[in-house]
C-alpha cells in the first residue's frame, strides 16, 4: 500500500495571498509555477484544495451575524470587511469551482499541470449537509430531514409544494450548524443522489476527503436524528425511505465507494473520523482515517499512551484495531480544524513530532503554513489571512526534514513499527520511543528513532529487516552527525542500544560494511 503526503492548501485564501504577492488576480489556472514546482521538490504526492466549492449568501449570512464568529475574525484578522467572509466551504451551495477561484477550466487546467509533476488533486466531499443555498432545498426537498412544524433545530423552506421544516446539520455532540441543511440517509433515494454527486466530483479529482464521515453511518445518524422520525407518510412502499423496517439497512458507504473504484480503483478515499469509529471505516472500504487519537497524545504530551496507541493497534490481530490499521491512518500534527503546531510546540519539540508524523507508516498529511511556522488558526469562513513572519527555525526543519525523507524508503517500501525493550529493570524510558523501520529493496533500510520526552531515554530495539543478522551495518544518521559500525547478529539478537537526548529525532540509514573493531561513538558521546 501506499503512503501519501499530503498538503492541505486553504484555497480560498492561498489564492488571494498569491495575488496580493503577485499584484494580479491569480486563479486556479494560472498559479505561479514556482508553487508547484515547491510541491513536488518537497516530495508531496497529493494536494488537497480545502474550501473550492461555491458558496452562497444565505449561508454566508450566517458567519457575518454570528457574534462568536465575528469575535474571531477580529482577533485573526483585524480590520475584516465583510467581502473577506465568503461563508463555510463546508456550507456548498454547488459542488462547482466559483469564477473567482477559477471556474471549473481553471480547476481542470490546475489538475493537469499537477499530474505533470506526478501530483495528485484531493477535493472536499461533504456528505452528511448541504448550504442553504443549495437548489435541492426547494427542488428536491424530500431528500432532507424535516419536521412536520416549527422544531428546536429546523428552519422554514418555502418550496413549490408549500413550506417545509428543514433540519439544519449536525453531529450529535454539539448544536447545529446554522449555515447547513441536513439530508436524510434514511432515504433511498438521498444514497442514490448523494452517489451521484460523489460521481461527478470523482471525474474532476484524484481523491476525497469526506468531511465528518461517520455522521452518516446507519447507527449514528438514527441516534442523532430520532426526535426527527420519517414522517409517517413517507414510509409507504415505493416511497424512497431506505430500508424501513428491516434490522440491517445498508450503509452508505460501501456502495458509493465501491461505484468510484470500479471504475478508478486508485482513487484516494480520506475520512475524517473520530468517536473510535475509525477502524469500522476502515472496513467500510476508506483507504485512510484520520488518526486523531495520535494528535491528541501528542498535543496532551501523553508519551507512553502514544507508543500504546501506535504498537497496539499494529500488533493487534482482532478487535478495533487491524495489522494495518495505522498504515491506514492519516497522521497529522495540524489541519484546519485544530491549533497551529507552532503556537503550542516550542520549535526545539516541532522536530521530533513532525519526524515522528512524517516517518510513520500510513498517510503523512501536512497543512499549508506549517512549514513556515504560522501560529494562527483561521476559521474557514474567511477568504483572507494576515501574512505571518517565517520563523526560520520551523522553516529550516521542513527544508531538511521532507528532502531528506524522499532520499530514504519511508513512504515508498513497507514500514514496521518496532517495540523497544528496557535498557536495564528500573529505567521506564523505552516508553517515550517511537521507533519505524522502512525497507525498500534488499541491503539496505531506514530507522526513525523519536523520544518524545523533555529528558534523555534508553532502550534497546532488535531490527527485523531482512538479512540484518547476516552482515554488518553502517548506521549513518541524515538528519545529525552520528555514524556506527554494528554487527548483523547483535542488531538482529538483542537490538541497537539507543541513549539519546530530549526530544530526540534521528533518522538512521543502514546500509552493509566491512566489519571493524570498537563500538561507535556519536558526536554527543552516546552510544547508538
Same mark, same amino acid.
Given at each position: ?184 440517509? *434514511? ?224 513512504? *515508498? ?113 552516546? *552510544?547508538?
Amino acid at each position: 500500500m501506499p503512503h501519501p503526503l499530503l498538503y492541505e492548501v486553504n484555497t480560498r485564501c492561498w489564492l488571494g495571498a498569491l495575488s496580493e504577492r503577485h499584484g494580479r488576480p491569480v486563479r486556479l489556472g494560472d498559479v505561479p509555477q514556482e508553487e508547484l514546482d515547491y510541491w513536488a521538490r518537497l516530495g508531496f504526492t497529493h494536494i488537497w484544495l480545502m474550501g473550492v466549492w461555491t458558496t452562497g449568501p444565505r449561508s454566508r449570512a450566517h458567519a457575518l451575524n454570528d457574534p462568536h464568529l465575528r469575535a474571531t475574525f477580529d482577533k485573526v484578522l483585524p480590520g475584516w470587511k465583510p467581502p473577506d467572509v465568503p461563508g463555510s466551504p463546508f456550507a456548498v451551495a454547488d459542488f462547482r469551482v466559483p469564477r473567482a477561484l477559477g471556474g471549473e477550466a481553471g480547476l481542470r487546467q490546475f489538475r493537469k499541470r499537477l499530474r505533470a509533476r506526478g501530483l495528485k488533486l484531493v477535493l472536499d466531499f461533504v456528505p452528511n449537509h448541504l448550504g442553504l443555498d443549495h437548489p435541492w432545498l426547494r427542488s428536491r426537498t424530500d431528500l432532507f430531514v424535516r419536521s412536520a412544524g416549527p422544531a428546536v433545530g429546523a428552519f422554514p423552506e418555502d418550496t413549490p409544494n408549500g413550506i417545509a421544516w428543514i433540519a439544519h446539520g449536525k453531529d450529535p455532540y454539539f448544536p447545529p450548524w446554522a449555515d447547513t441543511a441536513q439530508l436524510d440517509y *434514511r432515504r433511498a433515494d438521498t444514497h442514490a443522489a448523494m452517489r451521484e454527486l460523489l460521481h461527478d466530483i470523482s471525474t474532476r479529482c484524484d481523491g476525497v476527503r469526506c468531511d465528518m464521515a461517520m455522521l452518516v453511518l446507519n447507527d449514528v445518524f438514527a441516534r442523532t436524528w430520532e426526535a426527527f422520525p420519517c414522517p409517517a407518510e413517507r414510509r409507504g412502499s415505493g416511497t424512497g425511505i431506505l430500508s424501513v423496517g428491516e434490522e440491517s439497512p445498508q450503509e452508505f458507504w460501501p456502495a458509493a465507494i465501491r461505484m468510484v473504484k470500479d471504475r478508478r480503483p486508485d482513487f484516494l478515499f480520506l475520512a475524517e473520523v473520530y468517536w473510535d469509529l475509525e477502524h469500522r471505516l476502515q472496513q467500510l472500504g476508506f483507504d485512510y482515517t484520520y488518526d486523531k487519537w495520535l494528535y491528541d497524545h501528542l498535543a496532551h504530551h501523553n508519551y507512553y499512551e502514544a507508543q500504546d496507541h501506535l504498537l497496539e493497534a499494529a500488533d493487534s490481530e482482532s478487535g478495533q484495531a487491524a495489522p494495518d490499521f495505522i498504515a491506514r491512518s492519516a497522521h497529522f500534527l495540524e489541519n484546519h480544524d485544530e491549533h497551529r503546531i507552532a503556537s503550542w510546540l516550542p520549535a526545539e519539540h516541532h522536530r521530533a513530532a513532525a519526524l515522528l508524523v512524517l516517518g510513520l507508516p500510513g498517510m503523512r498529511l501536512l497543512h499549508e503554513g506549517q512549514l513556515h511556522g504560522a501560529q494562527l488558526q483561521l476559521p474557514v469562513q474567511l477568504a483572507r489571512r494576515l501574512e505571518e513572519p517565517t520563523d526560520p527555525e520551523v522553516a529550516q526543519l521542513y527544508e531538511t526534514l521532507l528532502p531528506t525523507l524522499g532520499r530514504t524508503a519511508i513512504g *515508498r517500501g513497507e514500514g514496521k513499527l518496532l517495540r523497544p525493550a528496557r535498557a536495564w529493570r528500573d529505567n521506564p524510558t523505552d516508553r517515550n520511543f517511537i521507533l519505524v523501520q522502512w525497507q525498500a529493496e534488499a541491503n539496505q533500510f531506514d530507522l526513525v528513532v523519536v523520544n518524545l520526552a523533555p529528558y534523555p531515554s534508553q532502550c534497546f530495539v532488535p531490527l527485523t529487516a531482512e538479512g540484518v543478522a547476516m552482515k554488518h551495518w553502517q548506521l549513518v544518521d541524515l538528519l545529525g552527525t552520528e555514524r556506527h559500525v554494528r554487527s548483523g547478529a547483535e542488531l538482529a539478537g538483542r537490538g541497537l542500544f539507543l541513549d539519546v537526548p530530549s526530544h530526540a529525532a534521528q533518522l538512521f540509514h543502514c546500509s552493509p560494511t566491512a566489519p571493524r573493531l570498537g563500538v561507535g561513538v556519536g558526536a554527543n558521546g552516546n *552510544r547508538a
